[in-house]
């Protein structure tokens, strides 16, 4: 019997390596580099704990206010205290926005603030509450400024546009409430 040529075993291809996919989030390239983007972020983080315990602030005598004045204050300090809650949330999409974590904590809130939380003023106080919201709009107003020069040295302009908005809000409440006491 004549021998038959034994067949060849088909060739095995080897498989090829592929490069892995691409699958987690590109480093952030926006431009700015990473400490400066720290820098304006960790700016941002106090401003937007000024912004919410001056806005808890303005909520809590919006509640207590008594006497004389208090159709007017209870209708002033909710105008402020509605648009204070809704700014709140660009800032804090301004840090994420940078890489950064949003503070979001009342422990954080009281360790970044440069605002005191407020202690118990009687309703019937109602200037007192009104000179506490001057300082506090007035506080706000200069963190703005600070993290607006921070932000315009980085290059950073949808900040320096953000703090420069809050700045003409707040100077416009602290003109308001100072007038009040005048
Ligand atoms: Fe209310």
């Given at each position: 019997?004549?021998?038959?040529?034994?067949?060849?075993?088909?060739k095995v291809?080897?498989?090829?390596?592929?490069?892995?996919?691409?699958?987690?989030?590109?480093?952030?390239?926006?431009?700015?580099?990473?400490?400066?983007?720290?820098?304006?972020?960790?700016?941002?983080?106090?401003?937007?704990?000024?912004?919410?315990?001056?806005?808890?602030?303005?909520?809590?005598?919006?509640?207590?206010?008594?006497?004389?004045?208090?159709?007017?204050?209870?209708?002033?300090?909710?105008?402020?205290?509605?648009?204070?809650?809704?700014?709140?949330?660009?800032?804090?999409?301004?840090?994420?926005?940078?890489?950064?974590?949003?503070?979001?904590?009342?422990?954080?809130?009281?360790?970044?603030?440069?605002?005191?939380?407020?202690?118990?003023?009687?309703?019937?106080?109602?200037?007192?509450?009104?000179?506490?919201?001057?300082?506090?709009?007035?506080?706000?107003?200069?963190?703005a400024r600070?993290?607006?020069?921070?932000?315009?040295?980085?290059?950073?302009?949808?900040?320096?546009?953000?703090?420069?908005?809050?700045?003409?809000?707040?100077?416009?409440?602290?003109?308001?409430?100072?007038?009040?006491?005048?």
């Amino acid at each position: 019997m004549a021998k038959t040529k034994a067949e060849k075993p088909a060739k095995v291809e080897k498989p090829t390596k592929t490069p892995p996919a691409e699958t987690g989030a590109p480093q952030i390239d926006i431009g700015i580099s990473t400490s400066e983007r720290r820098k304006v972020a960790d700016g941002l983080s106090n401003f937007l704990a000024d912004s919410y315990t001056l806005y808890l602030k303005t909520h809590n005598f919006h509640w207590n206010v008594t006497g004389p004045m208090f159709n007017s204050l209870h209708v002033m300090f909710e105008t402020q205290y509605t648009e204070a809650w809704t700014a709140l949330d660009a800032v804090a999409e301004r840090i994420r926005a940078l890489g950064y974590r949003a503070p979001g904590s009342y422990a954080e809130f009281v360790k970044l603030s440069s605002i005191s939380d407020s202690e118990a003023v009687d309703g019937t106080e109602w200037r007192e509450m009104v000179r506490q919201l001057v300082v506090g709009n007035e506080a706000v107003c200069r963190t703005a400024r600070k993290v607006l020069k921070t932000a315009d040295s980085a290059g950073d302009d949808p900040t320096v546009d953000l703090m420069t908005q809050r700045l003409n809000i707040h100077e416009k409440n602290a003109w308001m409430l100072r007038s009040l006491l005048a």
